[in-house]
């Protein structure tokens, strides 16, 4: 991914800053090499201005126990090659400032490795962070990857390409093609897909297959859970666990123009699954047989596959810092709540900010007309 020279030269310059700082320190400390972290940044994730993550990596991280390094991406995939080296080196932890792709790109490379996955979430929807009970902010982000307390959790596969949130076909899988040709990013994008593309999509008839047999389904979508869901709290598969060895398969069966609000609402508060156009069950493996070939997608990227779909599970396969004290067991109602009304605010900032820069867009396009005119 492509940044600006100006940005590129801030980044560059913080890193020479970090490993001076950091040759002084091993040199006082005998010789005694740091616990190196790397951090590999997606200038484009989100719109979270990262200068702020910089800053809060020089301040908070314990600088007496690690040594901090700083890489940017430079294009889609980029991210992969640099893990896949860090890992070979031996490092603690790669350190993933980005979003569900970026993070995607990163674990790929670390699975079965020594080298655990850390998170500072700044994407779009920020599905395993919000699973991992991982801070939104920066600092406090920074500060569990300062705690080094380390999870080993399962990940995913469809047709062999590694997912560690959620995967599946249908209506979110076309919704992820239509999002990524969007141009823009943020929850109001997605939302405005969905809306408008939920009016003309057509259900399709599945063939599943499972250990335990062979069931056919017309479905909207069929959703794979890893972990519980999309990100930004929108809950497809609440009962997800990350270390069960398990699939949660959600089938959302064609449905009216009524249904929308009761599946909304039990979206966001972690519910979807009690809704009677839900059906939901666990399996290790899952086949999918569809009459054509056609997108699919993977912890929110699409992907072209053909007619036939294979998803496992592969236990335990990779190392994550998370925060020690997140609970374990399964939210109350009011917690229920909260995340519902948490995720009615999120909705209404991003309307917020939408409105904010479209008014900037036209006021701007306004000031540029202004200056055609009077130069005539």
Not at 123 to 131: E, K, M, P, V, Y
Not at 224 to 247: H, K, V
Not at 282 to 287: G, Q
Request: net charge neutral; glycine share 8%; with cysteine.
């Amino acid at each position: 991914m492509l940044i600006s020279y100006r940005r590129l030269t801030q980044f560059k310059l913080f890193v020479l800053t970090l490993r001076v700082k950091n040759c002084h320190r091993s040199h006082f400390r005998m010789g005694q090499p740091d616990k190196i972290i790397t951090f590999i940044v997606n200038p484009k994730a989100g719109t979270q201005h990262k200068d702020s993550i910089l800053h809060a990596i020089e301040e908070r991280l314990d600088n007496t126990r690690y040594t901090p390094e700083v890489e940017c991406t430079e294009y889609a995939g980029h991210a992969v090659d640099i893990a896949a080296r860090k890992a070979q080196e031996g490092v603690f932890a790669v350190i993933a400032v980005g979003g569900d792709g970026t993070i995607n790109e990163i674990a790929r490379s670390l699975v079965h490795t020594p080298t655990a996955l850390g998170i500072v979430p700044c994407g779009s929807g920020n599905g395993l962070a919000r699973h991992l009970q991982i801070p939104l902010d920066v600092k406090k982000a920074v500060d569990i990857i300062d705690g080094g307390y380390i999870e080993t959790i399962d990940y995913g596969k469809i047709n062999e390409v590694p997912f560690f949130c959620t995967c599946g076909v249908g209506f979110d899988a076309f919704v992820s093609l239509k999002f990524a040709e969007a141009g823009r990013r943020g929850a109001l994008t997605y939302l405005e897909k969905t809306l408008l593309e939920s009016l003309n999509y057509q259900p399709e008839t599945y063939e599943l297959e499972t250990e335990d047999g062979v069931l056919k389904h017309k479905a909207f979508l069929i959703a794979c859970g890893n972990a519980s869901q999309y990100g930004n709290n929108a809950y497809i598969a609440p009962q997800a666990e990350l270390t069960d060895g398990l699939l949660d398969v959600t089938i959302l069966e064609p449905f009216t123009v009524l249904d929308v609000p009761s599946l909304s609402f039990q979206l966001f508060n972690k519910t979807i699954d009690q809704n009677s156009r839900i059906k939901t069950f666990r399996c290790r493996k899952l086949h999918i047989h569809r009459s054509k070939e056609g997108v699919a997608h993977f912890d929110g990227d699409p992907i072209m596959m053909g007619e036939d779909i294979h998803v496992d599970v592969i236990r335990g396969g990779l190392r994550v810092i998370v925060p020690p004290d997140a609970p374990k067991s399964s939210p109350n109602v009011l917690q229920r709540a909260q995340d519902y009304i948490n995720g009615l605010k999120q909705l209404n900032e991003a309307f917020m900010e939408d409105i904010t820069n479209r008014n900037k867009e036209i006021l701007q396009k306004g000031k540029r007309q202004i200056k055609r005119l009077t130069n005539k």
